[in-house]
């Protein structure tokens, strides 16, 4: 029986997992195993970038030399490749001819705007040079459809899936982060694949989960249920940067996964939101944003997601890498930490959970911040 498929957009159907190039980009041989495992374990999608180093044309050369020893997906790969919102038409053209290259393609099915993060590029994209660079890579017959990677705002992700301008979406979105999940549903509803950008990495450093939360998922391992869930949920893809050909293991276990949650995943489910409210009690974020906006734009529900975790599932490790990267990352990620907050007291009468918001910020950031110095407020 052939691996299992779902639609993406309007092109070609895609494997349950796509494998992300991003890390196995050091020598041709890294890239070669770790496509061919791919291949073997089912998968169909690739997804690269220009931003990831020599990716992608160790992925071209690696396609080649797997298609000279009869090593292709039954239904042949599909590529997904990206480009950074901004540029001139001009350039953006060089570019692209310059990706089909690497590829060693004349044409790539799925190009992805790069991080459409603020209005700015939505706006390049849809009115801009952006769309006459799109336009004419359509054309062009380069290019099959266009879809975009966002790490924004909600509404900025909302408002790109309504332009109906786009065919397919990558989007962070995770079993102990649903926030973006209402997102990928309008968006599946609209006819677009939706893709899961790095469920394992970024959804809590599941690839080395703690103690506590091996235990609330037992006999589940964390990953999977990440996995499992996502999938159960609809989500066309999720992607998966295999560093190794042993890191794909668990994508062949699931590669055709994609049914309704069985009992015990659900009671897992179960399992771990109850954690994180027992541990938590009275101070759990329930993550509804409801406090927002904040007149000096502080992140709430994101610092506040942020000690759940570390507190709720011990995450701590993986809740300071985020919370540090805070303001280090330009557009993509969160510009103010805990800091920002000036205790106006604004945030608390909007919140139903009661949470004393300006304490909980300045515990968070005691908690999560690499070296403390001094006392932020009062
Ligand atoms: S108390 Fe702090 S977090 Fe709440 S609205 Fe005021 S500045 Fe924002
Ligand atoms: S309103 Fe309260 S519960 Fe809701 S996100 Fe803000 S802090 Fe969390």
Redesign the pocket.
């Known amino acids: 029986m052939n691996p299992q498929r779902n639609s993406f957009g309007i092109g070609p159907k895609v494997s349950l997992f796509t494998l992300g190039t991003m890390r196995a980009n050091e020598s041709i041989e890294q890239m070669y195993s770790v496509v061919k495992e791919a291949c073997l374990a089912g998968i169909n999608h690739v997804e690269t970038a220009p931003a990831y180093g020599l990716a992608e044309s160790l992925l071209g050369e690696a396609i080649t030399m797997l298609d000279s020893e009869g090593i292709s997906p039954f239904d042949k790969w599909v590529i997904t490749s990206k480009i950074l919102p901004g540029v001139s038409s001009k350039n953006g053209k060089r570019q692209l001819l310059a990706m089909l290259k690497r590829l060693r393609v004349s044409k790539i099915h799925n190009l992805a705007i790069h991080g459409l993060n603020i209005p700015e590029h939505l706006s390049w994209a849809l009115n801009g040079e952006g769309s006459e660079l799109l336009k004419w890579a359509k054309s062009q017959g380069l290019i099959g459809q266009i879809g975009f990677s966002s790490h924004g705002s909600f509404s900025l992700i909302e408002e790109a899936i309504d332009s109906k301008k786009f065919d397919f979406c990558s989007l962070h979105l995770h079993l102990l982060d649903q926030t973006r999940m209402p997102l990928a549903k309008i968006a599946l509803k609209a006819g677009m694949g939706v893709m899961a950008i790095s469920p394992a990495d970024k959804g809590g450093h599941l690839h080395t989960p703690s103690q506590t939360l091996i235990k609330v998922c037992s006999p589940i391992e964390p990953l999977e249920l990440a996995y499992r869930f996502l999938l159960s949920q609809g989500i066309s893809t999720l992607t998966l940067g295999a560093y190794r050909p042993e890191d794909l293991s668990l994508a062949r276990r699931l590669v055709n996964e994609n049914k309704s949650l069985s009992q015990a995943e659900q009671t897992a489910i179960n399992r771990v939101t109850k954690s994180l409210k027992d541990r938590l009690r009275e101070t759990f ?7 927002l906006p904040c007149p000096k734009a502080v992140p ?2 994101t610092i ?1 997601r942020l000690r759940n975790l570390a507190i709720g599932l011990d995450l701590k490790t993986f809740s300071k890498e985020r919370y540090n990267l805070i303001g280090k990352a330009g557009h993509w990620w969160e510009k103010n930490d805990a800091r920002a907050c000036e205790n106006c007291g604004e945030c608390l009468p ?4 009661k ?1 004393n ?1 300006p304490k909980l910020l300045e515990e968070t950031h005691i908690q999560l911040v690499d070296n403390p110095r001094r006392r932020l407020w009062g």
């Open positions: 974020c329930g993550q509804c944003t409801k406090c709430i529900p506040l909007k919140c139903p959970n949470l918001i």
